[in-house]
Protein backbone atom coordinates (compact mmCIF):
# COMPACT_ATOMS: atom_id res chain seq x y z
CA UNK A 1 0.00 0.00 0.00
CA UNK A 2 1.50 3.52 -1.02
CA UNK A 3 1.32 6.10 1.89
CA UNK A 4 -0.95 8.87 0.83
CA UNK A 5 1.70 11.56 0.79
CA UNK A 6 3.45 9.59 -1.26
CA UNK A 7 0.84 8.88 -3.66
CA UNK A 8 0.01 12.40 -3.90
CA UNK A 9 3.54 14.02 -5.38
CA UNK A 10 3.54 11.20 -7.73
CA UNK A 11 0.35 11.86 -8.97
CA UNK A 12 1.17 15.55 -9.02
CA UNK A 13 3.59 15.08 -12.37
CA UNK A 14 1.51 12.46 -13.94
CA UNK A 15 -0.43 13.87 -17.07
CA UNK A 16 -3.44 11.87 -18.26
CA UNK A 17 -4.78 12.15 -21.56
CA UNK A 18 -7.93 9.84 -20.97
CA UNK A 19 -10.54 8.27 -18.11
CA UNK A 20 -8.94 4.91 -18.82
CA UNK A 21 -5.74 6.06 -18.05
CA UNK A 22 -7.13 7.78 -14.84
CA UNK A 23 -9.05 5.12 -14.32
CA UNK A 24 -6.17 2.36 -14.37
CA UNK A 25 -4.12 4.05 -11.96
CA UNK A 26 -6.98 4.88 -9.60
CA UNK A 27 -7.77 0.58 -9.88
CA UNK A 28 -3.84 -0.17 -9.09
CA UNK A 29 -3.44 2.39 -6.77
CA UNK A 30 -5.90 3.73 -4.69
CA UNK A 31 -8.88 1.26 -4.58
CA UNK A 32 -6.82 -1.29 -2.60
CA UNK A 33 -6.48 1.27 0.00
CA UNK A 34 -10.03 2.32 0.62
CA UNK A 35 -12.03 1.05 3.13
CA UNK A 36 -15.30 -0.64 3.33
CA UNK A 37 -18.27 2.40 4.17
CA UNK A 38 -19.94 2.08 7.45
CA UNK A 39 -22.89 0.12 7.87
CA UNK A 40 -24.88 2.79 9.55
CA UNK A 41 -25.26 6.22 8.77
CA UNK A 42 -23.24 9.05 10.77
CA UNK A 43 -25.08 10.30 13.65
CA UNK A 44 -24.35 13.88 14.71
CA UNK A 45 -24.22 13.96 18.69
CA UNK A 46 -22.71 16.51 21.00
CA UNK A 47 -20.38 16.84 23.68
CA UNK A 48 -20.74 17.87 27.28
CA UNK A 49 -19.42 17.55 30.54
CA UNK A 50 -21.19 16.61 33.60
CA UNK A 51 -20.85 15.82 37.09
CA UNK A 52 -23.08 13.09 38.79
CA UNK A 53 -25.29 14.28 41.57
CA UNK A 54 -25.74 12.45 45.03
CA UNK A 55 -28.85 10.80 43.41
CA UNK A 56 -26.49 8.94 40.84
CA UNK A 57 -27.73 10.97 37.80
CA UNK A 58 -26.89 13.90 35.57
CA UNK A 59 -28.62 16.51 34.20
CA UNK A 60 -28.73 16.97 30.65
CA UNK A 61 -30.65 20.08 29.23
CA UNK A 62 -33.26 19.90 32.61
CA UNK A 63 -33.99 15.92 32.07
CA UNK A 64 -31.62 13.49 34.80
CA UNK A 65 -30.22 10.22 33.21
CA UNK A 66 -28.58 7.98 35.93
CA UNK A 67 -25.13 6.25 35.68
CA UNK A 68 -23.67 3.50 38.34
CA UNK A 69 -24.40 4.76 41.96
CA UNK A 70 -20.45 4.38 42.52
CA UNK A 71 -20.26 7.10 40.76
CA UNK A 72 -21.47 9.90 42.43
CA UNK A 73 -20.13 13.30 42.56
CA UNK A 74 -17.36 11.80 39.70
CA UNK A 75 -17.10 13.88 36.44
CA UNK A 76 -18.38 12.58 33.49
CA UNK A 77 -18.14 13.06 29.75
CA UNK A 78 -22.04 13.13 28.10
CA UNK A 79 -22.31 12.13 24.13
CA UNK A 80 -26.21 14.00 22.93
CA UNK A 81 -27.39 12.74 19.65
CA UNK A 82 -30.77 13.46 18.78
CA UNK A 83 -32.37 10.09 19.66
CA UNK A 84 -29.96 8.85 22.69
CA UNK A 85 -27.63 10.31 25.55
CA UNK A 86 -24.48 7.92 26.42
CA UNK A 87 -22.03 8.68 29.17
CA UNK A 88 -18.65 7.57 29.76
CA UNK A 89 -16.03 7.85 32.55
CA UNK A 90 -12.35 7.70 31.32
CA UNK A 91 -13.50 6.42 27.91
CA UNK A 92 -15.40 3.48 28.89
CA UNK A 93 -19.42 4.01 28.35
CA UNK A 94 -21.41 3.33 31.44
CA UNK A 95 -24.72 4.45 30.27
CA UNK A 96 -27.06 4.86 27.34
CA UNK A 97 -30.07 5.79 27.83
CA UNK A 98 -33.17 7.09 25.33
CA UNK A 99 -32.76 10.73 24.95
CA UNK A 100 -36.28 12.71 26.74
CA UNK A 101 -37.56 16.33 26.17
CA UNK A 102 -39.40 15.90 29.59
CA UNK A 103 -37.77 18.61 31.68
CA UNK A 104 -37.76 17.80 36.07
CA UNK A 105 -38.08 14.18 35.11
CA UNK A 106 -35.60 10.86 35.50
CA UNK A 107 -34.70 8.00 33.38
CA UNK A 108 -33.32 5.34 35.38
CA UNK A 109 -31.63 2.48 34.72
CA UNK A 110 -32.42 -0.10 37.30
CA UNK A 111 -28.55 -1.57 37.25
CA UNK A 112 -27.58 1.68 38.62
CA UNK A 113 -28.93 1.22 41.14
CA UNK A 114 -27.70 0.72 45.30
CA UNK A 115 -29.18 -2.73 46.21
CA UNK A 116 -31.07 -0.97 48.50
CA UNK A 117 -33.36 0.99 45.74
CA UNK A 118 -33.85 -2.22 44.09
CA UNK A 119 -35.68 -3.98 46.63
CA UNK A 120 -38.63 -1.13 46.19
CA UNK A 121 -38.70 -1.02 42.65
CA UNK A 122 -42.12 -2.76 42.58
CA UNK A 123 -43.15 0.48 44.50
CA UNK A 124 -44.43 3.71 43.60
CA UNK A 125 -44.87 7.36 44.83
CA UNK A 126 -48.72 6.97 44.49
CA UNK A 127 -48.69 3.05 46.04
CA UNK A 128 -46.92 4.17 48.85
CA UNK A 129 -49.11 7.58 49.20
CA UNK A 130 -52.05 5.19 49.26
CA UNK A 131 -51.37 3.26 51.74
CA UNK A 132 -50.14 6.14 53.71
CA UNK A 133 -53.59 7.63 53.76
CA UNK A 134 -55.61 4.79 54.54
CA UNK A 135 -53.60 5.33 58.37
CA UNK A 136 -54.47 9.10 58.57
CA UNK A 137 -53.81 12.59 56.70
CA UNK A 138 -50.84 13.63 58.70
CA UNK A 139 -49.22 9.87 57.95
CA UNK A 140 -50.17 10.84 54.19
CA UNK A 141 -48.82 14.83 54.42
CA UNK A 142 -45.28 12.89 55.85
CA UNK A 143 -44.71 10.73 53.68
CA UNK A 144 -45.09 13.13 50.23
CA UNK A 145 -43.09 15.54 52.16
CA UNK A 146 -40.39 13.16 52.64
CA UNK A 147 -40.95 12.31 49.12
CA UNK A 148 -40.76 15.78 47.49
CA UNK A 149 -38.16 16.31 49.63
CA UNK A 150 -35.73 13.70 47.75
CA UNK A 151 -33.51 14.93 44.92
CA UNK A 152 -34.88 11.40 43.07
CA UNK A 153 -38.22 10.38 45.09
CA UNK A 154 -36.68 6.58 45.32
CA UNK A 155 -34.29 7.71 47.97
CA UNK A 156 -37.03 8.36 50.23
CA UNK A 157 -39.15 5.04 49.49
CA UNK A 158 -36.93 3.40 52.35
CA UNK A 159 -37.89 5.76 54.90
CA UNK A 160 -41.73 6.24 53.97
CA UNK A 161 -41.72 2.17 53.85
CA UNK A 162 -40.06 1.96 57.38
CA UNK A 163 -42.76 4.62 58.93
CA UNK A 164 -45.70 3.06 57.58
CA UNK A 165 -44.57 -0.54 58.73
CA UNK A 166 -44.62 1.08 62.12
CA UNK A 167 -48.51 0.51 61.94
CA UNK A 168 -47.34 -3.28 62.56
CA UNK A 169 -45.73 -2.76 66.22
CA UNK A 170 -47.81 0.29 67.26
CA UNK A 171 -51.80 0.99 67.09
CA UNK A 172 -52.77 2.84 63.59
CA UNK A 173 -54.04 6.05 65.69
CA UNK A 174 -50.36 6.07 67.59
CA UNK A 175 -48.36 6.20 64.11
CA UNK A 176 -51.09 9.12 62.66
CA UNK A 177 -50.29 11.19 65.92
CA UNK A 178 -46.48 10.36 65.91
CA UNK A 179 -46.34 12.02 61.98
CA UNK A 180 -48.76 15.05 63.09
CA UNK A 181 -46.06 15.80 65.53
CA UNK A 182 -42.75 14.97 63.04
CA UNK A 183 -44.56 16.92 60.10
CA UNK A 184 -45.39 19.82 62.98
CA UNK A 185 -41.26 20.47 63.13
CA UNK A 186 -40.50 19.57 60.02
CA UNK A 187 -38.80 16.48 60.88
CA UNK A 188 -38.78 14.03 57.62
CA UNK A 189 -37.52 10.45 58.41
CA UNK A 190 -38.31 7.33 59.81
CA UNK A 191 -35.61 7.97 62.48
CA UNK A 192 -37.37 10.62 64.11
CA UNK A 193 -41.34 8.86 63.64
CA UNK A 194 -39.77 5.72 65.37
CA UNK A 195 -37.39 7.71 68.07
CA UNK A 196 -41.36 9.75 68.94
CA UNK A 197 -42.95 6.67 69.46
CA UNK A 198 -40.31 4.84 71.39
CA UNK A 199 -40.81 7.72 73.94
CA UNK A 200 -44.33 8.12 74.27
CA UNK A 201 -44.46 11.59 72.62
CA UNK A 202 -47.43 10.55 70.33
CA UNK A 203 -49.35 11.18 73.33
CA UNK A 204 -47.84 14.48 74.48
CA UNK A 205 -50.80 17.35 73.24
CA UNK A 206 -49.01 19.08 70.41
CA UNK A 207 -48.33 22.77 71.65
CA UNK A 208 -51.20 25.26 70.67
CA UNK A 209 -50.36 27.45 67.89
CA UNK A 210 -49.72 31.11 68.55
CA UNK A 211 -52.09 33.54 68.59
CA UNK A 212 -52.68 35.01 64.78
CA UNK A 213 -52.02 39.07 65.42
CA UNK A 214 -53.84 39.84 62.14
CA UNK A 215 -56.00 43.12 62.46
CA UNK A 216 -59.93 42.82 62.26
CA UNK A 217 -61.08 43.90 58.68
CA UNK A 218 -63.57 45.91 60.52
CA UNK A 219 -62.63 47.88 63.46
CA UNK A 220 -64.21 51.88 64.88
CA UNK A 221 -61.05 53.39 64.11
CA UNK A 222 -60.88 52.33 60.78
CA UNK A 223 -62.48 54.90 58.75
CA UNK A 224 -62.50 52.93 55.05
CA UNK A 225 -62.60 54.72 51.71
CA UNK A 226 -66.70 56.13 52.35
CA UNK A 227 -65.22 58.61 55.03
CA UNK A 228 -63.07 60.61 52.30
CA UNK A 229 -65.90 60.83 49.63
Known amino acids: MVPAPLLAD ?35 GEWKTARVNVDYHIELHGHYYSVPYTLVHEAVDVRASVSTVEIFHHGQRVGAHRRSDARGRHTTDPAHMPKAHQRHLEWTSSRISGWAQTIGPHTAALVEAILADRPHPE ?25 ARAGSVAARSYRHVDAILKHGLDQVPLPAAAPSLALPRTHEHVRGPQYYL
Open 10 to 44: RLRHETFFSLAARRELFERLDQPALRPLPTEPFVY
Open 155 to 179: QGYRSCLGILRLAKRYDPARLEAAC
